[in-house]
């Protein structure tokens, strides 16, 4: 399956830890907090071609830089873990 790691960013710096692990990003993003401003983390940490899946329900309005989904060619998925 490949390498699994997760991180608290209460206790460490996602982008650290990253690249600590490799220079090209992370192939799969697992946002799970759904506090305004991890969606565009979240998108910053993928790599290439890489996928986001949203699962954290974020209740206030956030804002993202899609030119990053773009230029990285990124899929970003939703989905409603209750069902």
């Known amino acids: 399956i490949g390498q699994i790691t997760v991180v608290d960013p209460s206790q460490d710096n996602p982008s650290k830890v990253l690249k600590s692990l490799t220079a090209k990003g992370a192939e799969v993003v697992i946002e799970c907090v759904g506090v305004a401003g991890t969606l565009q983390k979240a998108m910053d940490l993928a790599a290439k071609n890489g996928v986001v899946v949203v699962m954290g329900v974020c209740m206030a309005p956030d804002t ?20």
């Open 64 to 83: 993202i830089t899609p030119l990053t989904a773009i230029v990285e060619e990124l899929d970003v998925k939703f989905g409603f873990g209750y069902t």
